[in-house]
T-cell receptor, first 110, second 113 residues
Framework: GQNIDQPTEMTATEGAIVQINCTYQ??????LFWYQQHAGEAPTFLSY????GLEEKGRFSSFLSRSKGYSYLLLKELQMKDSASYLC???????????FGTGTLLAVQP | DAEITQSPRHKITETGRQVTLACHQT?????MFWYRQDLGHGLRLIHY???????NKGEVSDGYSVSRSNTEDLPLTLESAASSQTSVYFC????????????FGPGTRLTVL
């Protein structure tokens, strides 16, 4: 079967670091995406991992371990505007379709 | 600038009516997708297309249809709207299936009364 798990909600403090985890079980694997979605808006692309390891892009980094079916999104120097939902999505290796988790709602507090 | 647009942005309709949601992209992407987003379910794929005249069913396709007559547009039709189809609908497109990310439109909030 196909299953993606993320925490439903997280809270963090402005200026701090937060790690959002994602675990997945899919019939095939061809890459993992992280999207950011502010309330009432469209998801926007943050990062893509297809090989094991860390991808860094400014304040945001994403890590992948294919053997463990695990990824995390690391947000540094949190800002109030980072309050949003963060969606983990896996590309199924057989169909190339994206399978989305239910998202993690991050609240950044002053 | 190239973009992806959806219309209408908000729609209220009655049970049993036919509704069509428009999606238009100017990136010349071959791949286009329709998702619905509901609390507790995340984004679920309704239909998708890999090119003109190609359409495929996603995981929640019952009650929906699409057609692809050109590269730019993938309209989504609800043949007979049901209250269970009240949702936010997102259209997306991508250049490549195997590498590139999907770009999402702004969404259409549909309410079926």
């Amino acid at each position: 079967g196909q299953n993606i798990d993320q925490p439903t909600e997280m809270t963090a403090t402005e200026g701090a670091i937060v790690q959002i985890n994602c675990t997945y079980q899919t019939s095939g694997f061809n890459g993992l995406f992280w999207y950011q979605q502010h309330a009432g808006e469209a998801p926007t692309f943050l990062s893509y991992n297809v090989l094991d390891g860390l991808e860094e892009k400014g304040r945001f980094s994403s890590f992948l371990s294919r053997s463990k079916g695990y990824s995390y999104l690391l947000l540094k120097e949190l800002q109030m505007k980072d309050s949003a939902s963060y969606l983990c999505a896996v590309r199924d290796g057989a169909t190339n379709k994206l399978i989305f988790g239910t998202g993690t709602l991050l609240a950044v507090q002053p | 600038d190239a973009e992806i647009t959806q219309s209408p942005r908000h729609k209220i309709t009655e049970t049993g009516r036919q509704v069509t949601l428009a999606c238009h992209q100017t990136w010349n992407h071959n791949n286009m997708f329709w998702y619905r987003q509901d609390l507790g379910h995340g984004l679920r794929l309704i239909h998708y297309s890999y090119g003109v005249h190609d359409t495929n069913k996603g995981e929640v396709s019952d009650g929906y249809s699409v057609s692809r007559s050109n590269t730019e547009d993938l309209p989504l039709t609800l043949e007979s709207a049901a209250s269970s189809q009240t949702s936010v609908y997102f259209c997306a497109s991508s250049e490549s299936l195997t590498r590139n990310e999907q770009f999402f439109g702004p969404g259409t909030r549909l309410t079926v009364l």
